[in-house]
C-alpha cells in the first residue's frame, strides 16, 4: 500500500498503525524503500540496520497487546555519535570506523523500551565538527532541496532523512547549532534543548559542557513529542538534571519577543534578513509584542565558543591514540604509534581543532584565552537570563546564510565557524531554542527563524512554533 510519507506525523502515524490501516512492518517498508532510492546520491544513512524488520515485527506485537504508546513503531535515524548497542558507531571518523558498541545510549535504550524503529546510522561532520557534513571520513552529503548544496551540520544525515521522507524523526546532536542549523537548511524543525534536559550518557564527546542531544522533525509538535519521550533524569549522566528542579523561570511578561537588531548588521544574507523581518512582522499582525533588546556580550559568543570548544576537544580525543580501541597504526615506538595513527585516523578538521585546544590549554596561554573565554561564557549567559525579566523569547534568525554550495567555504574555516553565529548563545548559556521553517526562496530552498527560552520552558518554543506555523503562511 501507499503511505504519504511527505504528510505523515507522529500521531497520524500512531492513529493508522493503532486502527489497522497499515502495519509497522508495511511502514517501515516505505521507509526502506525511499532509502534505497535516494540515500546513494544524499548519502544521509552511514548504514541501515539489519534487524529494522525485526524491530517492526516486536513493534506490531505492542499494538496488538495495547501497550504501544505514541513513538511505538515510528521509524528514526540515529546520528553516528549515539550509541546503539552491538552496533558500528564511528562519529564520522577513521579512527572509529570499526568500533561496536557496548551498551546502548540512554536516549536509545528509551526509544527501545517505548518500541520505536530505529532504522539506521547517520552521516555527520567527523566528530560533530563541522557545519556543513562534509568533513566526514564516509564521503559528503547533500541537500535535498538542491543536492549541489550542503545540508547543514554537523548532523546533516539526520536533517537529510527527515525531510528526504527516509525517516519520520531523527536524533542529531549540538554542541553549537548542529541541529538547528541543519534544519535551517532542510527545512525542518529541529530543537536544541535546555543543557541537561536529555542525558548524554552513550554520547561520543566533542564538548561536555555544550553537548547536548536534539531531535528533528517536519513539525513542531513530532519534535514535541520526541522530547517529552526522552526528556528524563538520568543517574548516569552527571549533567542530567533531576525533574523536582526543571522549574522553568518564567518572566510575568505575556507575548513579548525580544529582538537584538544590533546583532544583525552585519554578516547576514540579505535574503535572509529580509525574511526575518517578514517573520517578526507577522508576529506583530497577530498580537506580539516585539521589544529591541541589547545583549552587547553576545557579539563575542562565537569567539568564546571557538575557544571552549577546542579545548574540550583535545581533551575527549586524547583518549583516541591507537593503542585503546579504534585504529591503529603499527609502529617501532609507541610515540610513532600515537603519530600515525592519530595522524591517519583524523581528519584534517578534526586535527585543527586538537591542536587549536592544546594550544588555548597550554602553559602561558591558559588564562590569556580559555579562562579568559570561560569569563566570558558567564558574562553572556547572565545577560540573557536577564533579558527574560522584560521579555518572553528571544529571536534571531537560525543562520547567517541560505545552504551553500558544497566545497564553497571548506578552505576557508573561519567562513565556516561564522554559520554558528546565532546558534553559539544558547549553546554558551545552556537555555533552549527552537528553529522552524519561515518559507522559502524563489529558487525553493528554506528559511528559518529560530527561538530561545529560559532554562526548562521547551512549552513555551512548542507554543510559539505551534502559532507560528499557523501564520507564517
Known amino acids: 500500500m501507499m503511505i504519504d510519507l511527505k504528510n505523515l506525523t ?12 497499515y502495519t509497522c512492518l508495511e511502514l517501515v517498508e516505505e521507509y526502506l524503500k525511499v532509502i534505497g532510492e535516494k540515500n546513494k546520491e544524499l548519502n544521509a544513512y552511514l548504514e541501515v540496520y539489519d534487524d529494522v524488520i525485526r524491530q517492526a515485527e516486536e ?17 528514526i535515524a540515529i546520528k553516528d555519535n549515539i ?27 528509551i526509544l527501545k523500551k517505548e518500541g520505536a524503529i530505529l532504522l539506521g546510522r547517520t552521516n555527520m561532520d567527523e566528530f560533530a565538527m563541522g557545519s556543513s557534513t562534509q568533513t566526514s571520513y564516509y564521503g559528503v552529503s547533500r541537500n535535498p532541496y538542491d543536492p549541489s548544496r550542503v545540508p547543514g551540520g554537523s548532523s546533516g544525515g539526520s536533517a537529510i532523512a527527515v525531510a528526504a ?31 541537561g534536559a536529555l542525558s548524554r550518557h552513550g554520547i561520543i564527546a566533542m564538548g561536555n559542557s555544550l553537548d547536548q542531544v536534539s531531535p528533528f522533525g517536519k513539525t513542531v509538535r513530532d519534535v514535541e513529542i520526541v522530547f517529552n519521550t526522552l526528556s528524563l533524569h538520568d543517574p548516569e549522566d552527571s549533567t542530567s538534571v533531576p525533574e523536582d528542579l526543571r522549574n522553568p523561570s518564567r518572566s510575568n511578561l505575556k507575548q513579548k519577543i525580544g529582538v537584538p537588531w544590533h546583532l544583525f548588521e552585519e554578516g547576514v544574507e540579505k535574503t535572509v534578513l529580509e525574511n526575518f523581518k517578514q517573520s ?3 508576529l506583530a499582525s497577530v498580537g506580539f509584542e516585539i521589544v529591541d ?21 583535545s581533551t575527549n580525543l586524547s583518549r583516541f591514540d591507537g593503542i585503546r580501541y579504534g585504529y591503529s597504526h603499527k609502529g617501532e615506538t609507541l610515540e610513532e604509534v600515537y603519530k600515525k595513527s592519530r595522524g591517519e585516523g583524523f581528519g584534517r578538521e578534526a586535527r585543527r581543532r586538537i591542536l587549536l585546544g592544546t594550544y588555548v590549554l597550554s602553559y602561558g596561554y591558559y588564562d590569556a584565552y580559555y579562562n579568559k573565554a570561560v569569563k566570558v561564557r558567564r558574562k553572556i549567559a547572565d545577560e540573557i ?23 564553497e567555504k571548506l578552505d576557508d574555516p573561519v567562513a565556516m565557524y561564522l554559520s554558528d553565529i546565532f546558534s553559539a548563545p544558547a549553546n ?21 527563524i529560530q527561538f530561545m527560552a529560559p532554562h526548562f520552558a521547551e512549552d513555551s518554543l512548542f507554543q510559539i512554533g505551534k502559532q507560528f506555523e499557523k501564520i507564517k503562511n
Open 280 to 282: 517578526i512582522e507577522k
Open 83 to 109: 550509541l546503539v548497542g552491538g552496533k558500528i558507531v564511528s562519529a564520522g571518523s577513521k579512527i572509529l570506523e570499526n568500533y561496536r558498541a557496548s551498551y546502548d545510549a540512554t536516549v536509545v535504550k
Open 293 to 313: 533588546i541589547k545583549l552587547p556580550y553576545s557579539k563575542y559568543s562565537l569567539a568564546t565558543y571557538y575557544i571552549i570548544m577546542p579545548a574540550e576537544v
Open 428 to 448: 554558551l548559556s545552556g537555555v533552549p531554542s527552537l528553529a522552524l521553517p519561515s518559507g522559502k526562496t524563489s529558487e525553493g530552498l528554506p528559511h528559518s
Open 165 to 195: 521522507d527516509m525517516a519520520l524523526t531523527a536524533l542529531g546532536t549540538e554542541t553549537c547549532g548542529s541541529v538547528r542549523q541543519p534544519s535551517a537548511f532542510c527545512g525542518l524543525v529541529g530543537l536544541k534543548p535546555t543543557y
Open 59 to 75: 513493534a506490531e506485537k505492542k499494538f496488538k497487546n495495547g501497550s504501544a504508546t505514541k513513538m511505538t513503531g515510528i521509524p
Open 10 to 21: 507522529i500521531e497520524k502515524a500512531h492513529a493508522s498503525l493503532k486502527n489497522g490501516e
Open 385 to 407: 537570563v536577564k533579558a527574560y525579566e522584560r521579555v518572553d523569547l528571544i529571536a534571531t534568525p537560525t543562520a547567517p546564510t541560505l545552504p551553500f554550495k558544497l566545497g
